[in-house]
């Protein structure tokens, strides 16, 4: 069956760097783009960065672009999220997500279970 | 960027009820809408997709339609499992997605 397994998460002070990881199985991660989506506690869900199936598009939202890089392994199925100049508003639960299709409709069907960030001084 | 304004934020409804969610966007997404259920604790599972196609293994009493700007999330009659909070999603400007800001469902 499908997994997502995000790890990499923990406590770490205003502008320093974490890396996160989504490990992937019981599909053919090669073939399938791939999104992190974060929530702060207490909140709504909020698109981080995109990814193709090959990696050579990426796509982040405007309050990450410059300082968080989205990559992939696919030899290692494992999605990544480079977080660089953390600010306390990062401070969220991050999840990375799957892209299928489903006729002309992308569909984001499977969620891992998230990794918690915390940016505090 | 395409807002999504869901109404109402929060709704408590009794056991049996028939239930309904909407949801706003501030320009036409066509039909690229869907539909999560997040528990308290846990990621958020896919409901519906493509406005009103069931994703698999969902029951059926929870049902999803419109097109362009005004959607609904419908739930015929309402579980003790069904406590959550349910969040749209438009995937119109994808990859650039983005989500309503949720309607927590309390069971009275």
């Known amino acids: 069956q499908v997994q997502l397994v995000e790890s990499g998460g923990g406590v770490v002070q205003p502008g320093t760097s974490l890396r996160l990881s989504c490990a992937a199985s019981g599909f053919t991660f090669s073939s399938y783009a791939m999104h992190w989506v974060r929530q702060a506690p207490g909140k709504g869900l909020e698109w981080v960065a995109n990814?193709?199936?090959?990696?050579?598009?990426?796509y982040y939202a405007d309050s990450v672009e410059d300082r968080f890089s989205v990559s992939r392994d696919n030899s290692k199925s494992t999605l990544y999220l480079q977080m660089n100049s953390l600010r306390a508003e990062d401070t969220a639960i991050y999840y990375c997500?799957?892209?299928?299709?489903?006729?002309?409709?992308?569909?984001?069907?499977?969620w891992g279970q998230g990794t918690l960030v915390t940016v505090s001084s | 960027d395409i807002q999504l304004t869901q109404s109402p934020s929060f709704l408590s409804a009794s056991v049996g009820d028939l239930v309904t969610i909407t949801c706003r966007a501030s320009q036409g997404v066509s039909s690229y809408l869907a539909w999560y259920q997040q528990k308290p604790g846990k990621a958020p599972k896919l409901l519906i997709y493509a406005a009103s196609t069931l994703q698999g293994g969902v029951p059926s009493r929870f049902s999803g339609s419109g097109s362009g700007t005004e959607f609904t999330l419908t739930i015929s009659s309402l579980q003790p499992e069904d406590l959550a909070t349910y969040y749209c999603?438009?995937?119109?400007?994808?990859?650039?997605?983005?989500f309503g800001q949720g309607t927590r469902l309390e069971i009275k």
């Open positions: 999603q438009q995937l119109n400007s994808y990859p650039r997605i983005t």
């Open positions: 990814i193709g199936y090959d990696g050579s598009k990426k």
């Open positions: 997500a799957r892209v299928t299709y489903s006729g002309s409709y992308r569909v984001i069907d499977y």
